[in-house]
């Protein structure tokens, strides 16, 4: 595939976005506030976050806050793969940087920390990101990330880069 386009959203100047954001049905699937649309409008969510089928429930430079299910994101034991619990991770920290760096901003990922503590074995893991530092140029967030019965799955802390907007 050549295109930058997630499979299943519309390509610009296909006929099926509304001219506003070409992955408006992708980011609205996933959770992500209008608010934050204009940034994401060249690349929507990525493929990663649709392929593991992460929603946001809640989005601020204070909270971000998403789900993943467990089922097809499975290792071959069939527990939660630790990777798509980095993925996770990952992608809130990420998106919680760039919404401390506001308008034109670019987090770009330096560090990126995963203590395992038990299996997800079923059902939905939420991931809860939570400011350590908001700086000019780094910031540093923590992401736990529970079962259904809310016991701890993982921990992980993401330090990110600001890139000048520019």
């Known amino acids: 595939m050549t295109d930058k386009y997630t499979p299943g ?24 506030p209008a608010a934050m649309w204009p940034m994401l409008s060249a690349h929507g969510v990525g493929t990663l976050v649709e392929k593991l089928a992460i929603v ?5 430079v204070d909270r971000v806050v ?13 527990i939660l793969h630790g990777g798509a619990s980095a993925a996770l991770a990952e992608t809130l920290g990420s998106f919680a940087a760039a919404l401390h760096a506001g308008p034109g901003g670019r987090p770009v990922g330096l560090d990126l920390n995963v203590t395992h503590h038990r299996a997800g074995v079923s059902g939905l893991v ?4 939570t400011p350590l530092h908001l700086g000019r140029s780094t910031t540093s967030h923590e992401i736990v990330v529970s079962d259904e019965a809310g016991r701890r799955v993982c921990t992980a802390r993401i330090t990110n880069m600001l890139l000048d907007p520019s």
């Open 126 to 129: 939420t991931g809860v990101c």
């Open 56 to 60: 946001f429930t809640a989005m601020s």
């Open 66 to 78: 998403a789900t993943m299910p467990v089922e097809g994101n499975q290792q071959v034991a069939g």
């Open 9 to 32: 959203t519309a390509a610009p100047g296909s006929g099926n976005d509304d001219g506003v954001n070409p992955f408006r049905g992708q980011l609205t699937r996933h959770g992500v």
